[in-house]
């Protein structure tokens, strides 16, 4: 079903969407079949899914509503119709669970799976919240969820496929859409999408904004089903939470004073400075996943 | 330069584009090496402008002013800088060409060079002009070039490189963008990009309208460039100028009293009916380039 400010719909040269508020907002990725998904860890189903919430994310982490999306669609000519069909069912899937709709795309041939998403959103009048607003003094709080893709990743590379919860949180991942526009009307400073890790993200923001931020290891949720798969391949769980990326929770600032809205975690504190600390100490090890030629816009 | 409605440019999450008339046109395309371009036949500059200018006529086809683009790419890790650099440069040069930007995009890794684009674009005020509003009566008209880019390709793929001219329509087409906002404001019914061929894309746009064309053959213009070539290799320049697809001109129906602004020539007349014909019978031969899989809204 195409999304209720959808003025044009596929079909034509170009679609056309409403922008109520005289702005859109616009983000775009691509995913690389072999690179960003595998067809024998997910299905086209899954990889439609969360080829769409990587972009709804991104929107949400602007503090906008996501409202529409155009999709690109680069697949072999030996593909069956039903693995197109699947990928297309799974993105129409994730975009009605936000009121989205695909209102155009471009199906063409390749020698790989390549499926770039183009994502609209609507500010509803609100400023955009950027990775750049955050002052000193700020609190630094998440919501969504930590590690478990990472943890998912993990026990696919051993072969395993359980527990279901975990694996299918690589699979699909189930980023926090609504508290993206929650979080800025509750006042957030600064915001970002945690998809290369907690602390890579956090770093990003803290780079954007000039500031440092220090976060608190024993605010940071370790969820116990974590803790539990962690055990099982002797691993610490507390790395995939830390460093984990691709679960697409919205990490934000507020000022002190702020009431944090529902569903967000107070994780540490916003400083003067540079750099992102664990309890005021540089985490070693690798801060989370640095995409080949990302440019920091995902 | 970013274009002057860009509220938020690369390095967030997202983009913010202002959409002054609180509505915003969108298509994406995507270009896959191998299938629609080669770097044997044109320069990574050439290609970077080649997938702007499919965009951008998608955007101006809809009557609309293109107003910013994203772009995703996906190269082999083995590519050199600076062909992305070359890409990335003929990308801006064409989107300059029409005051446009680059406000976003994502690099990633794959087995081959796969560029999506997603243009969005003003219509200033007005109603988009879609496929669906030929009436009978009406006179088609086009402006822009037909048949370049099938002579330009013929002689690549003789091994040919010259004439420069020719060959150059098929490496960087020629889309008269200003074209499709000037049609709109002179009241067309009816527009389409001509990325296919004349012939096909008359008949998208027979087929939306659920009406018939009849193209006049001598009031087609065939380019004394294009005869000489085709003089050359012993075939009809009449086939590329009917049926060559990738020269991007607008096709456009306009009702019968309209003065047609300058530049645009008319080809025909819209007539009850379906179809299209050439001089009141139906064209033998393939009619154009039918992508596979293509759903109809490059």
Chains 1, 2 share one sequence.
């Not at 702020?258 to 540490?268: E, F, I």
């Amino acid at each position: 079903m195409l999304p209720p400010g959808t003025l044009l719909g596929p079909g034509d040269d170009a679609a056309v969407l409403a922008a109520a508020d005289a702005r859109v907002v616009v983000t775009t990725d691509v995913l690389v079949e072999g690179v960003h998904f595998r067809l024998d860890w997910s299905t086209p189903y899954q990889v439609g899914r969360k080829a769409m919430a990587a972009n709804l994310a991104d929107v949400a982490a602007m503090g906008a509503v996501p409202t529409a999306l155009v999709v690109g669609l680069a697949v072999p000519g030996r593909t069956p119709v039903s693995t197109v069909d699947a990928l297309a069912s799974g993105m129409w899937e994730e975009t009605g669970r936000v009121g989205a709709g695909i209102i155009g795309g471009d199906v063409v041939s390749s020698a790989e799976i390549v499926i770039s998403v183009t994502a609209l959103g609507d500010l509803r009048g609100r400023a955009p919240v950027t990775r750049g607003g955050a002052r000193a003094g700020d609190v630094l709080a998440v919501c969504g969820r930590l590690g478990w893709s990472a943890a998912g990743l993990a026990m696919l590379r051993q072969g395993l496929r359980s527990p279901p919860a975990v694996v299918g949180a690589h699979q699909v991942p189930q980023p926090p859409y609504a508290a993206g526009p929650q979080a800025a009307a509750a006042g957030a400073t600064a915001m970002i999408d945690i998809s290369d890790g907690l602390l890579a993200d956090a770093g990003h923001l803290a780079e954007a904004s000039g500031v440092a931020i220090d976060i608190d290891s024993a605010a940071v949720p370790v969820a116990a089903e974590l803790v539990e798969v962690a055990t099982a391949l002797g691993v610490d769980a507390r790395r995939w939470v830390l460093t984990g990326g691709e679960d697409h929770g919205l990490l934000a600032c507020f000022p002190a004073a702020t009431a944090l809205p529902a569903g967000w975690t107070q994780l540490g504190l916003v400083c003067e400075g540079r750099g992102v600390t664990v309890d005021g100490r540089p985490y070693r090890g690798r801060a989370g996943w640095a995409h080949f030629g990302s440019r920091g816009d995902r």
